[in-house]
């Protein structure tokens, strides 16, 4: 073999080499992209979401995504919570794009959007009309998408799920079960409570709700309702629980050998003397989603010593209005559940 054999033996292997060197760099790159959500290394501390386009000084709350992540619908409320409308903003050009009004919400109070799994369906809370009537309390109402990946009218689910008392908030697994929070008559709180219930889904039907008492709900006030696509812990907004930090707080029951365990507290990383609560789980299960009230006066107390910077914390994204907060499941001593998408 002559020199300049070697030489053009030892170029095309030189490329060779930095072209698949790159094609593994663009592989990997591309599937740390897959989420558009997604940070790099372990996300152990919680931050703000899309700030200045989902995250801003107004009220929002409860983020929940599409199962490519690529779609963020949430709720905005008109503060104190006179109207609450379904928003949602998509992932375009390497950015969260402008958020748009839902095309079912706008009118009525509507809030809490939660996808399926399979991003097929949207659950979420509303007082809108029922056989003309609008409604004195907040139901359960399904939405779904259509052949052209549009959303069809919403639904109201039966009286297997609703009845005449306040159905908060709901979520469904991957079997199709929808669990949710009432406080209809029986609640271990006595009259006015809430507690956690599920109907599972049967040849296409609900079944009558079940009263959840295995260790998952309480005489506390329980609220929002997560459940992980496999089953196998439910997120919840609990008020005034055991061992909170004041106001709302978001603890976590595990299914163990079938049984729930008692729920726990998700610590100070989740949980602050503020309202912290709707929590969700992104659609790759890694990361946890939840809307906080904390503003500016959080953490190491430091003294206002000018008008000019009161007015700006108060105009601020910390002004004490909901945003939405991101952190790792893993940070809070959770199993990423197991999550199947069609």
Same mark, same amino acid.
């Given at each position: ?5 070697? !030489? ?10 930095? %072209? ?50 690529? #779609? ?12 609450? !409308? ?18 079912? $919400? ?18 979420? #809370? ?19 998408? #259509? ?12 009286? #297997? ?10 979520? !469904? ?118 809307? $906080? ?22 105009? $601020?994204? %910390?002004?004490? $209005? ?6 790792? %499941? ?13």
């Amino acid at each position: 073999m002559n020199r300049k054999t070697k !030489i053009r033996l030892l170029i095309v292997a030189a490329t060779v080499t930095v %072209l698949a060197s790159s094609y593994a760099r663009k592989s990997i790159h591309s599937l740390s992209d897959t989420y558009p959500y997604s940070h790099k290394g372990v996300l152990s501390d919680p931050v703000l979401f899309a700030e200045g386009v989902i995250d801003t000084k107004d009220d929002e709350f409860g983020g929940t995504f599409t199962p490519d992540g690529k #779609t963020c619908y949430f709720s905005k409320s008109v503060l104190p919570f006179y109207l609450d !409308i379904i928003c949602y903003s998509e992932f375009k050009n390497g950015e969260w794009q402008t958020p748009r009004v839902a095309p079912f $919400s706008g009118t009525y109070r509507d809030f809490d959007p939660v996808f399926s799994p399979d991003g097929k369906k949207m659950v979420f #809370t509303s007082n809108r009309p029922v056989d003309g009537k609008l409604r004195t309390d907040y139901d359960i109402w399904m939405v779904t998408k #259509t052949k052209g990946n549009k959303w069809g009218e919403p639904i109201h689910l039966d009286t #297997t799920i609703n009845s005449n008392y306040d159905e908060h908030f709901a979520s !469904i697994a991957a079997s199709g079960t929808i669990y949710f929070s009432s406080n209809r008559p029986g609640a271990m709180g006595g009259p006015g409570d809430a507690d956690f219930y599920y109907s599972k889904l049967v040849n296409g039907h609900y079944t009558k709700a079940v009263h959840l008492t295995d260790s998952v709900s309480t005489p506390y006030y329980e609220l929002d309702c997560v459940i992980a696509p496999d089953e196998s812990f439910l997120l919840m907004g609990v008020y005034g629980g055991k061992g909170g930090y004041g106001n709302y707080d978001i603890y976590v029951s595990e299914k163990v050998n079938g049984k729930w365990t008692p729920s726990r507290n998700l610590g100070p990383k989740v949980n602050t003397p503020f309202r912290d609560y709707s929590p969700r789980i992104s659609p790759d299960g890694k990361y946890l989603f939840f809307t $906080s009230e904390r503003d500016f006066s959080a953490g190491p107390r430091k003294a206002i010593t000018s008008f000019g910077e009161l007015k700006k914390n108060f105009h $601020s994204i %910390l002004n004490g $209005s909901g945003n939405i907060y991101q952190i790792e %499941l893993s940070a809070l001593g959770l199993k990423r559940p197991k999550v199947k998408h069609d």
